[in-house]
C-alpha cells in the first residue's frame, strides 16, 4: 500500500522534468539560428582553415578553401575566431545571419611559443640560441624518425642519413665536442616534457613543432647530458571545443639516386685480354650485374596517420594511430611500424588542478640484412654486402646449374652477394610502451607545483639463422639464433614554480629534482646448430643436433642520475631580461670522487626595438640583442661499469684433460673519471623588420670542451689491462650561424615565402692528454691496408684531420708519393704521411621557398655543405688493376697500368672536395574547396626528395651517413667505405582530409 504512492509521485516528478527539459530545449532551439559568413585577411584575401567556435559549447566548424563558414548560434552567444599567425577575435551573435570577418595578422616572429626546458615562452623573451621548426615547414617524404624532418632546416644543425629503412640519421649541432661515437655525439631528445623518451614513440605527423636548444645557456637546464644541445619535440593536442580527425597518406615509390660504377663482364674481359691475363674457366661462366642482383627494381612505401580529439573546457583528450611501411630498395631488408598514442587531459578543483595522461605504444619489425648480423668475421672474410657486390667478378653465375648458389669454396673471392641476402636471415621485432603521468596544480600567491611520471620498457626480439647453404656457416647444416633483452627507464621529476609581476618587473622562479633510473643489457640469448632442415628457421632450436647449446652474453647494467635544478627569470619593461640556471647532476657512470657535476648558466637580452629612441624607425619592428654563457656536461653513451675493474674470459687453459674457460680482468677500473664538460659563450641578435616581411637571427658562438674522454693505451705495469677510459684533453668549436625568413611577395591570390640559414664552424683540438702527442684514427681496413689510419687528432688541428701519403704522380707504371725526406718514393711507409686536410664541413646551408597561388602550392627545398675533404676509401679500395683476374674493378681502373701495385694505397689521390648541393624535396599541393559541414578540407599532394645533387665528388654520395662502422662524430669521420646502404630518390603522392 506504501510502494504504490511512491510510484506515482516519482512518476509526477518525472514528468515535470521531462516537461521542464522539453520546454528549455525548445526554447533553446528556437532561438538558435544560422549563422554564415567569411573570413578574410587584410588584403582580402579568404583565409581557409579558420577555427570557429561557439563559446561554452562544443560547437565548432572551420572555414572552407574560400574563407565560408556555418554554425548553429543562439543570439547573444560569442563567436570565436582562431588562426595560426592571426590574432584571435571574437563576435557576439546579433540578428544578423550573414557576417564577414577580418583577422589581422599578429607579430607572429616575436609573439611565437617557444618551448625550453620546464617551460615555454614566447621568442620576444628569449635570451638564448633557440630554433623552432613548426610542423608546416618539415621536410616532406618517406620519414621514420622526427630527426630526418629537420634535415637543413636548422642553422647549425647537420644531419645526414642513407637509404636504409632501419637506419638511423647522425646529427651533430655546432660541430662535435667528443671524440666518442654514438650516444656521445648526439643531441639529447625530450618529447612532451619526458627526457630521452625513445624517438619510434613519435609518428612524425603527430609533431607540431620541433625546439632546437643550441647554446649552453639555454640546454644547461639539463645538465650533464645536455653538451651536444637539446631537441625538445612537442606533438599535437586536441583544443577545447574543438573536435576534429585528420587523416593523412601517401605512398611512395624509391629508386637508386646513384651506384658505384663497376666494370661489367664485357669489359673486364676486354682489360683483361689486352694485358695478358685471363680468367680460370670456373670464374667464368656468366655475365652478371651484382649490385642490380641485390636491388630491387623499385622499393615501396606507404604511410597512414589517422589523428582525432576535442572535449570540453574540462576534458580534453586525443588519439592517432600511424602505420609505416618502407620495403627498402636492398632485397629482404625491410621495416614496418605501428604506433598508437593516446592523451587526456582533465582539469579539476576549479581549473586549478589539471591532470594529463599518455599511453604511447610501437610496435616496429625491422627485416635487416647481412651487414646487421652482430658477426665481424665468418670463415676468415668480411660480409660486407655492399663490398661484396662491387667486388664479386661480373664473369660469375649466380646460381649453379642445381639452382643452388654459386660459391667460391676457398673464399678467396669473397661471397656471393646474392647467396649473403638469401641465406641469411635476421630480424628484429621492437615492442616499445612509455606511459606518462603529469599533474599540474596552481597555489596560492603565485606558485604552481608540477609533477612528472614516466616508464619506459622496450623489449626487442631478435632472431637469426644462417642456413644450410650460407657461406657464414660452411658445414653447420644451419645455425639459428634467438636473443630477448628488456631496457627499461623510469623518470620522476617535480619542480615548483613561481611568478610575480608589480609595476613594470616581471619575476619567474623554478626549482626542482629529477630522478632517472635506465636499466640495460636485461637479456638471454640462445643459439644452435646442425638442423635437419632449413624449413623451421629459428623457430624451434630444440631441433639442432648439438649437444649443449650455446648462450649469449648479456650485462644488466643500471644508470642512475639524480638531479637537482633551478632557474630564475626577470624581465623590466619587457625590454631588459635576465636568466640565470643552476644545475647539479649527479651520476654512477663516474668515477667514485667525481660523480657530482655543477652546470651553470646565464644569459641576458636587451629589446633595443621597445627603447624610446627607436620608435621613430617605421620600418623596424623588432630587435633583440642576447648574450649567454653556460656549462653542460656529457653523460650520454655510458654505462655504469665505466670506471670499475670488470671481470671476464681472458683465454683458456688445459686442466684435468678439458679446456677450461680463464676469468681475467677486462677492464681497468679509474675512480678520477669525471664528467666530460662544455663552456659556451653566445651572442645574437634577432630582429623583424618591415612589418614582419623580413625576420631573422644571428648568433656567433664559441664551444669549449674540456676533460673528453676517451679509450688510451696503458702500461701493463701498473694496470691490469693494456687500455683504459680516461679524461684526455680538450677541444673548441667556433662559429658563426644566420637565419632569414621573407615573404618577398604578398597578394590576394598569390605569395612567395622563402627562408634560409647558413652556419660556418672551425673546429680544433686544443690539447691532449700529458703522455699523448696524438691518436691516429680511421682505420677503412682495405686489401692488404689492414691497421692502415687515414686521420690523426694531434692539438691545433680539427677532429677528422687528414693524415695520409702525398700523391704525386707515377714511375714507370707505378704510384709514386712523397716521402718524408722530400724525396719520391714507391715503396712508402707510414713515416711518409702528411696532414691534408679538414673532413669536417666549414658551412652546411639550407635554402627553401613556397609559391601560393589561389589553391596551389608549391615547395621547394636545396640543403649543402661545403669546405670539407672526403676520403674515397670505396674507390681507393676496389682500385686495384693488379687483380682484375680475381676481382673485378671500377670503372677508373680500366685506364690503369695492370702494373700498378700501389693503386689502391691510400692518399691524396683519393681525397675529394665534399663541396654540394641537393635539392633535397619539392612538394606540389592542392586543396579543395568542400562545401558542407563534415568534410573540411582535402589536400592532394605529390613530393620528390633527393631530385638531384651538383658535386665534383666522384663517389657515390658526398653526404656520408656517419653511423656506419662507428662513425656517428667520433673519430672516425669524413671516409667513405664500402659499407653504405644506397641512398635513393623518391616520388610519392599523398591526400590528407580535414573532418
Not at 705 to 724: F, G, H, K, Q, R
Amino acid at each position: 500500500m506504501t510502494i504504490r504512492p511512491k510510484l506515482l509521485k516519482a512518476r509526477y516528478l518525472c514528468s515535470i522534468l521531462f516537461m521542464l527539459f522539453a520546454f528549455t530545449f525548445s526554447s533553446a532551439w528556437a532561438q538558435t539560428s544560422t549563422i554564415r559568413g567569411t573570413v578574410k585577411d587584410a588584403t582580402g584575401a579568404p583565409l581557409p582553415g579558420v577555427t570557429v567556435t561557439v563559446e561554452g559549447t562544443s560547437a565548432s566548424t572551420a572555414t572552407t578553401a574560400n574563407g565560408t563558414f556555418s554554425i548553429n548560434a543562439a543570439k547573444g552567444a560569442v563567436l570565436r575566431f582562431t588562426f595560426i599567425g592571426y590574432q584571435t577575435l571574437e563576435k557576439t551573435v546579433g540578428d544578423e545571419t550573414s557576417i564577414t570577418i577580418t583577422l589581422s595578422e599578429s607579430a607572429r616572429a616575436m609573439n611565437e611559443v617557444v618551448v625550453v626546458g620546464y617551460g615555454t615562452t614566447t621568442k620576444g623573451q628569449l635570451t638564448s640560441a633557440i630554433s623552432t621548426v613548426k610542423a608546416e615547414n618539415f621536410n616532406p617524404g618517406v620519414v621514420a624518425t622526427p630527426a630526418d624532418l629537420l634535415e637543413g632546416k636548422v642553422a647549425g644543425l647537420n644531419i645526414t642519413n642513407d637509404g636504409n629503412p632501419n637506419g638511423s640519421a647522425t646529427v651533430t649541432l655546432r660541430g662535435p665536442s667528443t671524440l666518442r661515437a654514438g650516444a656521445a655525439s648526439s643531441p639529447f631528445y625530450v618529447i612532451d616534457g619526458v627526457p630521452d623518451a625513445d624517438f619510434s614513440l613519435v609518428a612524425p605527423s603527430d609533431i607540431e613543432s620541433i625546439d632546437v636548444l643550441k647554446d649552453a645557456s639555454a640546454a644547461a637546464i639539463y645538465g650533464s647530458r645536455a653538451t651536444n644541445g637539446v631537441i625538445i619535440v612537442t606533438t599535437k593536442k586536441a583544443k577545447a571545443g574543438q573536435l576534429k580527425m585528420t587523416y593523412n597518406a601517401y605512398a611512395a615509390d624509391e629508386k637508386i639516386a646513384n651506384q658505384f660504377q663497376v666494370a661489367t663482364a664485357a669489359q673486364l674481359k676486354a682489360y683483361l685480354a689486352a694485358n695478358g691475363q685471363s680468367l680460370t674457366p670456373a670464374n667464368d661462366n656468366g655475365s652478371t650485374n651484382w649490385e642490380q642482383q641485390i636491388e630491387r627494381s623499385s622499393g615501396f612505401s606507404q604511410n597512414h596517420n589517422l589523428s582525432f580529439g576535442g572535449g570540453t573546457d574540462k576534458t580534453v583528450f586525443n588519439a592517432s594511430i600511424n602505420y609505416l611501411e618502407d620495403e627498402g630498395i636492398v632485397k629482404t631488408s625491410a621495416m614496418d611500424r605501428f604506433i598508437g598514442k593516446i592523451n587526456v587531459s582533465q582539469k579539476a578543483l576549479n581549473d586549478r588542478l589539471k591532470l594529463d595522461f599518455s599511453l604511447s605504444n610501437s610496435i616496429t619489425n625491422q627485416n635487416l640484412i647481412v651487414n646487421d648480423i652482430p658477426l665481424y668475421s665468418a670463415n676468415g672474410a668480411n660480409p660486407n654486402l655492399f663490398r661484396a657486390a662491387v667486388q664479386y667478378l661480373p664473369t660469375r653465375a649466380v646460381y649453379n646449374a642445381d639452382g643452388t648458389f654459386y660459391n667460391d669454396p676457398t673464399l678467396v673471392l669473397g661471397y656471393n652477394p646474392l647467396g649473403l641476402l638469401e641465406t641469411n636471415t635476421y630480424k628484429q621485432k621492437i615492442n616499445l610502451v612509455l606511459a606518462n603521468a603529469k599533474a599540474e596544480l596552481k597555489l596560492p600567491f603565485g606558485f604552481t607545483y608540477n609533477l612528472n611520471a614516466a616508464y619506459q620498457d622496450r623489449n626487442t626480439t631478435s632472431n637469426t639463422y644462417l642456413n644450410s647453404q650460407s657461406e657464414l656457416a660452411i658445414g653447420q647444416n644451419g645455425v639459428a639464433t634467438r636473443n630477448q633483452d628488456e631496457d627499461t627507464k623510469k623518470l620522476f621529476e617535480n619542480y615548483l614554480g613561481y611568478e610575480h609581476t608589480w609595476a613594470k618587473h616581471n619575476l619567474k622562479a623554478l626549482v626542482g629534482y629529477s630522478y632517472d633510473d635506465t636499466e640495460t643489457g636485461n637479456g638471454f640469448g640462445v643459439s644452435n646448430e646442425n638442423f635437419v632442415s632449413d624449413a623451421t628457421s629459428y623457430y624451434n632450436l630444440a631441433l639442432g643436433q648439438t649437444n649443449l647449446p650455446r648462450y649469449a652474453n648479456y650485462n644488466d647494467e643500471t644508470l642512475k642520475i639524480i638531479s637537482f635544478y633551478g632557474r630564475l627569470n626577470y624581465s623590466y619593461n619587457g625590454k631588459y631580461i635576465l636568466q640565470a640556471s643552476l644545475r647539479r647532476d649527479g651520476s654512477n657512470a663516474f668515477g667514485a670522487d667525481h660523480r657530482w657535476g655543477y652546470f651553470p648558466a646565464l644569459s641576458g637580452a636587451w629589446r633595443v626595438s621597445d627603447e624610446s629612441f627607436m620608435k621613430s624607425i617605421n620600418w623596424l619592428d623588432d630587435l633583440k640583442i642576447r648574450v649567454g654563457y653556460g656549462k653542460t656536461g656529457n653523460s650520454l653513451g655510458f654505462d655504469p661499469y665505466t670506471p670499475l675493474v670488470l671481470y671476464g674470459t681472458t683465454g683458456t687453459f688445459y686442466y684435468n684433460n678439458n679446456w677450461i674457460g680463464a676469468i681475467g680482468a677486462t677492464q681497468n677500473s679509474n675512480p678520477d673519471l669525471r664528467w666530460e664538460t662544455t663552456a659556451t659563450t653566445n651572442a645574437g641578435i634577432d630582429f623583424t623588420f618591415l612589418k614582419g616581411r623580413l625576420s631573422g637571427s644571428v648568433d656567433v658562438y664559441d664551444k669549449k670542451t674540456t676533460d673528453m674522454i676517451a679509450t688510451i693505451p696503458v702500461s701493463t705495469v701498473t694496470n691490469l689491462v693494456n687500455y683504459m677510459v680516461a679524461n684526455v684533453g680538450s677541444m673548441d668549436n667556433k662559429g658563426v650561424e644566420i637565419s632569414l625568413s621573407g615573404t618577398p611577395v604578398k597578394a590576394r591570390d598569390f605569395s612567395w615565402e622563402s627562408y634560409g640559414n647558413i652556419s660556418f664552424n672551425k673546429n680544433k683540438i686544443t690539447s691532449l692528454g700529458n703522455n699523448i702527442s696524438q691518436i691516429y684514427a680511421g682505420d677503412p681496413e682495405g686489401p692488404g691496408q689492414s691497421g692502415t689510419t687515414v686521420s690523426i687528432i694531434k692539438a691545433g688541428y680539427p677532429l677528422g684531420e687528414f693524415y695520409t701519403l702525398k700523391y704525386i704522380g707515377m714511375t714507370n707504371g707505378v704510384s709514386t708519393y712523397m716521402g718524408a725526406n722530400g724525396q719520391p718514393t714507391t715503396t712508402p711507409t707510414s713515416a711518409d704521411r702528411t696532414y691534408a686536410g679538414d673532413a669536417q664541413p666549414r658551412y652546411i646551408f639550407g635554402w627553401g621557398n613556397t609559391v601560393n597561388y589561389k589553391n596551389f602550392s608549391f615547395n621547394f627545398f636545396f640543403r649543402g655543405q661545403g669546405g670539407n675533404k672526403i676520403m674515397d676509401a670505396s674507390l681507393a679500395d676496389f682500385n686495384t688493376p693488379y687483380s682484375a683476374s680475381t676481382h673485378n674493378v671500377p670503372v677508373m681502373a680500366l685506364s690503369e697500368p695492370v702494373t700498378d701495385i700501389n693503386a689502391n694505397l691510400y692518399s691524396t689521390r683519393y681525397l675529394e672536395s665534399g663541396t654540394f648541393i641537393r635539392l633535397s624535396n619539392a612538394t606540389l599541393s592542392y586543396r579543395f574547396k568542400v562545401s558542407g559541414n563534415y568534410i573540411h578540407a582535402v589536400r592532394l599532394y605529390v613530393t620528390g626528395t633527393n631530385l638531384f645533387i651538383i658535386t665534383k665528388y666522384k663517389g657515390v654520395d658526398p653526404e656520408l651517413n656517419l653511423s656506419l662502422n662507428n662513425q656517428a662524430s667520433g673519430q672516425f669521420i669524413g671516409v667513405d667505405m664500402s659499407n653504405y646502404y644506397p641512398k635513393t630518390r623518391t616520388f610519392l603522392g599523398g591526400v590528407q582530409v580535414d573532418l
